[in-house]
C-alpha cells in the first residue's frame, strides 16, 4: 500500500537545480541543455500521479509525452470499454423481460452506430476531464516530444537536451499485433482502433479471452454481432483457479463460442474477409479484435546505451517496492514495466516513483492487496493471494454457488460461484476468486478484509443484511470455518461484552 508515512522520513536535503550550460554532441557541436530536477517521460495516469508527487516539492520539472494526450484508460482502456459494457448490457436485459411479465422486448432494437457515437461522447469527456486537469494547464513544462536516453541523467527528445537530476519513465504500453497480421490492414482492430468505429461488422472473432477481450466479446455479442472468441489457453479470464475458471468458461460459453486451447490462424479470403481456425474449427468474419496482450512502450527510450539489466521480457530490472531501476537516478511505474497493468496500481506506482525522484534518499514502500476485476457479467475478479501460490494443505477453502443465492435469484442472475481462501492454523484470509453477480462489489469487500489481515472470524461477526449478494460471501465464511483448526465451538460470531 503506498502510505507516506510509512516511509519514515521526507527528503530535507532536496534542493532545487535552475541553471543550464552547453554541452558538444555531434561532432563537436554546442548545444544548450535545460537542467531540471525531474523529467517525467510519459503523461499517463502514472506519470500525471509522479508528477503530483514532484509537484510538492519543486517546481523545475519537466513532463514528456509524444503520443496521443489523454492517459489510456480514458481514452481507450477502462471508460470507453464500460460505456459499451453498459450499453451491451442494458439492450441485453430485454431477454428477462418476458418471464418477468414486460411485453414488448421483441419491438426493441439498438442502433449501434448511435451507441457507438454515446461511447464516444462518453469517451471524450473523460479526455477532457484529464486534459483539463493536467497538460490543458502547462507552460514550457510540457514537452511535445520522444525522449531518448543520451545518459542516466540526460534526455534528448527530438533535439533539445535536458539533464534531470532523475527521471520517471512512465511511457504505458500499446496492444500487441502479431507480425503476421499486420498484411490484413484495419480488418485487424485493437482497442485503440475500436471505439472510433462509426459501425460495427456483422460478425467478429476476438482472438485473445483475458480481460479485455473476455469484456469486449460478450460486449460485441450483446450489441448484435456473431462472435467467435478463440484463445491458447483452455480456460478464459487468466484465472488460476481451476472451480472458478471452469465455472466462468462455461457460463461465457453458453452466451457465445469459445475455441479455446489451439492458437489462431487467420487467412484472406477472396470477398475481403477473413477465415479464422482454430484446431478443426474455422469460421468467416469481417474483421478480428486482437486482445492477445500489450506491450511496454521502450523501444523509443535507447536504455539498451545505459547497459540497464532487462528481463524476459525487455523490461529494466527494478524494485516494485520503490520502483528504482537498478541504483540509478531512474524510476519505471505503470503498464510499461509489465506488472500489474491495472489503473490504482499504475497511480501507486507513480506516487511512489514520484515521491522517490524527489527523495535524498529512495524509500520501499508497502504495496496494496492485488485486486482484478473483469467487467463481464457476472463480473470475474481475484483478490490477495493466487491459488497457484497457496499451499493448499494449509489453507481452507470456503465456496458458496449463486444458484439459490436468493438475491441473485431476484437479480435473474443467479450463475457463478465464489470461493474464499483462508489459513487453517489462524484463520486469516489470504485472498479469493469469483465469477459473480456484481463481483465488483464483493470483491472490494474481501481486499479490504485481507488488507486488513482480518480472519474468517472476524468478518463473520460483521453485519450482513439480507436479502443482499453479500449473503453469499457470509456463507462461504462459514464453509471456511469449518475447515480451520480448532474446535467450532470457538469461532462465535458475535462479540462478548
Known sequence: MFDEASAGRGAPGWRPCYSSTQVAIGGGDLTMERKVDVAIIGAGTSGLTALGKVRHKTSNFVLIDGGELGTTCARVGCMPSKAAIQVAEDFHRRQAFQRLGIRGQDDLSIDVADAMEHVRDLRDIFVDQVLSSSTD????????????????????????????????????????????????????????????????????????????????????????????????????????????????????????????????????????????????????????????????????????????????????????????????????????????????????????????????????????????????????????????????DRVAVGEIRFGPVGRALILGKNKGVLRVYADKASGRLLGGAMVAPRGEHLAHSLAWAVQQQLSVSDLLKMPFYHPTLEEALQVALYHARDQLDGSREEMVELHRL
Not at 184 to 203: A, C, N
Open 137 to 392: 494547464e502547462m507552460g514550457d513544462e510540457f514537452i511535445q516530444g520522444y525522449a531518448r536516453f543520451v545518459e542516466p541523467n540526460l534526455l534528448d527528445v527530438d533535439g533539445q537536451l535536458i539533464r534531470s537530476k532523475s527521471v520517471v519513465i512512465a511511457t504505458g504500453s500499446r496492444p500487441i499485433v502479431p507480425k503476421q497480421w499486420l498484411e490484413f490492414g484495419d480488418r485487424v482492430l485493437t482497442t485503440d482502433e475500436l471505439f472510433e468505429q462509426e459501425e460495427l461488422p456483422p460478425s467478429m472473432a476476438v482472438i485473445g479471452l483475458g480481460v479485455v477481450g473476455l469484456e469486449l466479446g460478450q460486449a460485441l455479442r450483446r450489441l448484435g454481432l456473431q462472435v467467435t472468441g478463440v484463445d491458447v489457453a483452455e480456460s478464459v479470464g487468466g484465472l488460476s483457479d481451476p472451480v472458478v475458471a471452469k465455472v466462468a468458461t462455461e457460463i461465457m460459453a453458453a452466451e457465445l463460442p469459445l475455441w479455446l486451447g489451439a492458437p489462431a490462424l487467420i487467412e484472406a479470403q477472396a470477398d475481403g474477409r477473413l477465415r479464422v481456425s482454430s484446431g478443426e474449427r474455422s469460421v468467416v468474419v469481417d474483421k478480428i479484435l486482437a486482445s492477445v496482450g500489450r506491450t511496454p512502450n521502450l523501444d523509443r527510450l535507447g536504455l539498451a546505451e545505459l547497459g540497464i539489466e532487462i528481463d524476459a521480457h525487455g523490461v529494466p530490472l527494478h524494485s516494485r517496492n520503490s520502483m528504482q531501476i537498478g541504483d540509478l537516478p531512474i524510476f519505471i511505474a505503470g503498464d510499461v514495466n509489465a506488472d500489474r497493468p491495472i489503473l490504482h496500481e499504475a497511480s501507486d506506482e507513480g506516487r511512489i516513483a514520484g515521491y522517490n525522484a524527489v527523495a535524498e534518499t529512495p524509500v520501499s514502500f508497502r504495496r496494496r492487496t492485488p485486486l482484478a476485476i473483469t467487467f463481464c457479467d457476472p463480473n470475474i475478479a481475484a483478490v490477495g493471494a493466487s491459488w497457484d501460490t497457496l499451499d493448499l
